[in-house]
């Protein structure tokens, strides 16, 4: 890696497995200093371990307001600033719409919709402190299209798409930069919930005939992150073989 986000600091939601933990290596390697936040405890402080120098987990409920104040509050006195944040957390409960629970649907939104909102109003204050930042909120193609049996989480995926877009005018004036990453169908445990048919028809309707690797979506976010992307702000980037094409 180049080391283009040298010297600055990252927080990445979800981040000890999956997509968040790709994202976590792309940005450690790129020489960011990388705060790994998530519920799972066991596996976020093994994946700090691993990567050490410059890298501390943070046991942290994105649903839960209290816990992002102390979040960001901790990853700053931690590594002297925000300068990055990927809100990467989310869940998935497949049912159709007659058959999902109340629960359910409040419990996506607690994590996929209402997490994202707190975490760009709580990364503003140290992102404002340093003249700027950037914040990356990954969505999904499910946020562009409909898909059967997922009403509750294509509407929170949806929501980011929207709040991403006003978000990005709201901080413009902050030279805080917001944008969506939007993967197709990528090779981690959320696919589990699917039925193997449903995953192999996924591959079957994605034109490049594959499954995305976590790899590929943390090199989307280390694109919005560094320097290149300087003039983009409340873009969508699709990162799906073609699917929605």
């Not at 709040?163 to 990005?168: D, H, L, Y």
């Not at 594959?210 to 320097?227: D, H, S, T, W």
């Amino acid at each position: 890696m180049n080391g283009r986000l040298e010297g600055k600091v990252a927080l990445v939601t979800g981040g000890a497995r999956g997509i968040g933990a790709a994202i976590v290596r792309r940005l450690h390697a790129e020489g960011a200093k990388v705060a790994i936040a998530d519920v799972l405890t066991d596996e976020g402080r093994a994946l700090a371990a691993e990567l050490g120098a410059r890298t501390a987990f943070f046991a942290h409920d994105v649903g839960d307001e209290a816990s992002w104040a102390g979040t960001v509050a901790a990853v700053t006195g931690a590594f002297g600033g925000l300068d990055l944040l990927v809100n990467n957390a989310g869940i998935f409960h497949p049912g159709q719409i007659a058959d999902t629970a109340a629960a359910d649907v409040e419990r996506q939104f607690r994590v996929n919709q209402l997490g994202v909102f707190l975490g760009m109003k709580h990364a503003q204050a140290p992102m404002r402190a340093a003249g700027g930042g950037c914040i990356v909120n990954i969505s999904s193609i499910a946020g562009q299209l409909g898909f059967p049996n997922a009403a509750a989480y294509v509407g929170t995926k949806w929501a980011v798409r929207g709040m991403t877009k006003t978000a990005a005018l709201e901080l413009a004036p902050a030279q805080i930069r917001v944008n969506s990453v939007h993967p197709g169908f990528i090779d981690t445990p959320m696919l589990d919930n699917n039925p193997p048919e449903a995953n192999q028809a996924g591959i079957e309707a994605t034109p490049l005939k594959r499954i995305g690797k976590p790899e590929e979506i943390a090199a989307a976010v280390a694109f919005l992150a560094g320097p290149d992307a300087a003039f983009v702000t409340g873009a969508e980037l699709t990162v799906d073989g073609g699917w929605i094409l």
